[in-house]
């Protein structure tokens, strides 16, 4: 069996959060090795553990050192780097690196990042998979010519782009992305062989066109004009495609730049309009970012479109999954032109689900738009619709040129049907990952709540409570009556009178006896502590023990027999 012929037993969301958390280290062959613990997303099936040594954590800074993004490495040590004290500050320092890493979305999609953490899942070699899928289409497709292998283009991991031209026109350089199929692929072969047909027919002034597409059992390929001045977000960053790798042109642009108030009215116009557009067609786009957008002459043009077919990730899955409200396929477009509109107006990426606050200087219409997208009260009680936002102030008196194409796309009716299906399936699945992770949430919350000082001093507390009280003796007991000596003297003519324990009743006086009978002798004086009544718990316990008398104890004889006999 070819390698064409193997498929992933599972498919992986490359945009799940990965989690991790060095638990140790241990001494293999006089060096230290570092266990970590990495979990995906929140399902308890889905943790591994890896070891890596200090010189695979030098290796990994060094990789992203490109990026530009601040790193915290711990230094090295010639001497007494095997002792135990510095063994644990090197562990600490070595999960800082880790965290800072793992904050940062551009790192986190980086393969390197990836393969750091799982190494099973991410070991095949991308590049070399996908050219031998697209050789074997350039075989069977005589029409077209490969050129070179677009390196460090985009953040996709299963995504490879190539230049290409067709042999009829030698000059001419088209773009060439070979996707292989995502965990979120619902739709039949059949249904996704259409829909590939499909896309060069679409028609839309704000929609690149597509020359060729057509899907197979590994994946979809699909070709369309190559922009040299590359995607928005290469405009916004002031970088070209091709010259340099992705993490040092995105991660921290030197200069980058924003769009004016009305570049950013016009074109979040014409965006608008494009999903919308999608829409009304039973389609979604779920792909809409800076990445995913070109700029022909002030026109902005979506690319990518196929990507909604193929069943990856979308971008943002990993902010809006945490949000309950957002689980339809419109409120998901939404939220991701939210993004897309923070990043035109203060060029730079949000990198984080909500909004916390906006600068003062950000105009009033913008901040009305982002605040009704990404602040957390509209993402935990629902976000406008496409329609109202095209009618609001900030899009609504725009006019967006046709430039001459009218926008068209005809599908047929059993396709229809099999889209409506796939979009509601889509949505089904979605709102039980965001069941899960709300339990997750939930879970975690108990166990921080449960596991903080003031909650452990309160369950102390309430523990030292508890075993006060059970060292209390009630009243009732009959070692509280024993220690309370009569107060009532007892004849065999005169009644015996109960005492309450609340109430302290005088004895009564004695009956007069018979003259024929001798007085019976004085009664003896009351003690004191019998007349008032025990107080209750501790009280009565110590009132015993004070009113405690030798006198009372029967005298006992000691026989000794330690003597030895004689």
């Not at 790193?71 to 040590?77: A, N, V």
Request: hydrophobic share 35%; net charge positive; with cysteine.
């Amino acid at each position: 069996m070819s390698i064409l012929d193997k498929n992933d037993s599972i498919m992986i969301d490359d945009t799940e959060k990965l989690t991790c958390v060095i638990t140790g280290a241990e001494t293999v062959h006089s060096h230290t090795v570092f266990v970590i613990k990495v979990q995906r997303g929140v399902s308890k099936d889905a943790i591994w553990m890896v070891r890596r040594r200090y010189s695979d954590f030098v290796t990994l800074y060094e990789n992203m050192k490109i990026s530009g993004v601040e790193l915290t490495l711990p230094p090295k040590r010639l001497l007494g780097n095997m002792e135990r004290e510095f063994i644990a500050e090197r562990q600490a320092g070595l999960q800082t690196m880790i965290c800072e890493i793992l904050s940062h979305p551009m790192l986190t999609a980086c393969e390197i990042v990836k393969r750091f953490l799982d190494e099973v899942n991410y070991k095949r070699n991308q590049v070399e998979l996908s050219l031998q899928f697209v050789s074997m289409f350039l075989r069977s497709e005589p029409d077209w010519e490969l050129i070179e292998h677009c390196r460090e283009f985009g953040t996709r991991i299963r995504k490879c782009f190539f230049l290409v031209k067709p042999k009829a026109q030698p000059k001419q350089r088209l773009l060439l992305s070979w996707t292989q199929y995502g965990p979120d692929r619902l739709l039949q072969m059949k249904d996704l062989t259409s829909g590939m047909r499909l896309l060069p027919n679409i028609q839309h002034p704000s929609i690149e066109t597509i020359n060729y597409a057509s899907a197979s059992e590994n994946g979809v390929l699909v070709i369309r004009p190559f922009n040299k001045d590359g995607s928005m977000k290469d405009r916004l960053c002031k970088t070209k495609p091709m010259k340099t790798p992705y993490l040092k042109r995105y991660c921290s642009p030197k200069n980058p730049i924003s769009f004016s108030v009305p570049e950013v009215r016009q074109y979040g116009r014409q965006i608008l309009e494009a999903v919308h557009f999608l829409h009304n067609k039973g389609l979604a786009f779920h792909h809409l970012h800076s990445g995913n957008i070109v700029i022909e002459k002030d026109i902005c043009k979506l690319v990518d479109i196929e990507s909604y077919f193929v069943g990856i990730p979308p971008f943002y899955k990993s902010f809006y999954s945490q949000f309950r409200k957002i689980h339809s396929s419109e409120s998901i477009d939404v939220y991701s032109f939210g993004h897309l509109l923070y990043e035109m107006v203060y060029g730079r990426p949000l990198n984080k689900p909500t909004i916390d606050s906006l600068p003062p200087s950000s105009p009033a219409l913008i901040r009305s738009v982002l605040e009704s997208i990404l602040s957390v009260e509209a993402c935990k009680n629902g976000l406008p619709t496409l329609e109202a936002l095209l009618t609001h102030t900030l899009f609504l008196d725009e006019t967006v040129s046709t430039v001459g194409i009218k926008p068209q796309l005809k599908i047929p009716s059993k396709l229809k049907d099999a889209y409506r299906q796939y979009k509601e399936a889509q949505e089904r699945k979605l709102k039980e990952e965001q069941k899960l992770i709300s339990q997750a949430r939930r879970l975690s919350k108990a166990k921080a709540y449960h596991g903080s000082d003031s909650e452990r001093r309160r369950r102390k507390l309430e523990a030292r409570k508890k075993s006060m009280k059970s060292l209390d003796i009630p009243e009732e007991e009959p070692s509280n009556t024993k220690s309370t000596p009569a107060t009532t003297p007892i004849t065999p003519s005169s009644p015996q009178v109960e005492s309450t324990s609340n109430i302290s009743i005088p004895p009564p006086p004695p009956v007069a006896p018979p003259s024929s009978i001798p007085p019976p002798p004085p009664a003896p004086a009351a003690v004191p502590q019998a007349v008032a009544a025990p107080a209750p718990g501790r009280n009565a316990l110590l009132g015993s023990i004070a009113s405690f008398s030798k006198g009372g104890l029967k005298k006992t004889k000691t026989v000794d027999k330690s003597v030895p006999r004689t």
